[in-house]
């Protein structure tokens, strides 16, 4: 089993739709969760972080974290043809030595 | 958030050649820098972590020679990839962490003929 899952997709959906992305992960040593979004030839850029547990939002953005389960979210409101990418779940556990373990990445296509 | 700067962006070279990669930290220093690969429609896969002022450190599989990594700076890693051939046309993406979250390079798209 890999460390991090995560339906690469392709996952399409009408502009103004609610989207939730989701991955789930084994080791309950992580503590460190991210969100990235990556545009074709282009390198990931950071969404959201969060330590821990809980929910953290900014903007359209908001990112969950349920830890009993290992199991991340990432839901975008009133999503834009402009979010069309690959967005990529990350998780670490040690907050700094070490590379990230990343998901396969879900390519979402936001139709006009 | 902080920057990482990366060049080129991309690169032909023809086999048997090398091809040098760099990654910078433009306003954080960086003692710990990453080299990822990334084949198409694949995930990241880290390829080693590149340590200021010691020996980088290779993940299982990841040739150290042909894969060489100088961390000279605190705000500069190199790769350089040697004798290179087809099967090494991929994406290379550096990154280095800020506390408990990483932040990305450009990527270089290398492509050997």
């Known amino acids: 089993q890999k460390e991090v899952e995560q339906d690469p997709g392709p996952l399409s959906v009408p502009e103004g739709a609610i989207v939730s992305l989701n991955c789930t992960y084994s080791n309950s040593a992580f503590q460190y969760f991210m969100w990235y979004r990556q545009y074709s030839r282009k390198g990931p850029e950071l969404l959201m972080y969060?330590?821990?547990?809980g929910n953290k939002e900014d903007g359209r953005f908001t990112a969950q974290v349920d830890k009993s389960s290992k199991y991340i979210s990432l839901f975008i409101r009133d999503s834009q043809p402009s979010d069309s990418a690959t967005y990529l779940c990350a998780t670490d556990s040690g907050g700094g030595a070490d590379g990230l373990t990343f998901g396969k990445g879900t390519h979402l296509i936001i139709q006009p | 958030g902080a920057v990482v700067s990366q060049h080129p962006s991309w690169v032909i070279c023809k086999s048997g050649t090398s091809v040098k990669i760099e990654c910078r930290s433009l306003?954080?220093?960086?003692?710990?820098m990453f080299w990822y690969r990334q084949f198409p429609k694949q995930s990241l896969m880290l390829m080693a972590t590149?340590?200021?002022?010691?020996?980088?450190?290779?993940e299982q599989g990841v040739e150290k020679d042909k894969f060489l990594i100088n961390h000279a700076s605190l705000t500069l890693s190199t790769l350089t990839v040697t004798s290179a051939h087809p099967e090494d046309s991929s994406f290379y993406i550096c990154?280095?962490?800020?506390?408990?979250?990483?932040?990305f390079g450009q990527g270089t798209r290398l492509t050997v003929v």
């Open positions: 969060t330590y821990s547990s």
């Open positions: 590149s340590n200021e002022g010691s020996k980088a450190t290779y």
């Open positions: 306003d954080f220093q960086a003692t710990t």
């Open positions: 990154s280095a962490r800020v506390g408990g979250t990483a932040f």
